[in-house]
C-alpha cells in the first residue's frame, strides 16, 4: 500500500500521509500481537528487532503496545 501510493502517477501526500498511517497502524498491531506459541513469539522479536534497526520502532505507543502483549490475561 505504501509503495503504491509514493509510486503510483499523480500520487499525492494526501496519499503518501494515508499509506503512512496504515503502515504505523499494522506496525501498533504486530506490537500489540500477543505471541503466545513459541515460533510466534520468534518471529514477532525478529520482526520488531529489524525494524528497531532502522529506527521505525521509535514510539512510545510501540513500547506499550509491546508490553501491553506479554501480560497474561485472567
Sequence with gaps: ?????????????????????????????????PAVREGDRLAKARYLLEVEARGELDLPEHMQAILRSTMWKA
Design 1 to 33: 500500500m505504501f509503495g503504491k501510493a509514493v509510486h503510483e502517477p499523480g500520487g499525492s501526500s494526501r496519499n503518501c500521509d494515508k499509506a503512512s498511517r496504515a503502515e504505523e497502524k499494522a506496525l501498533l498491531a504486530v506490537c500489540a500481537y
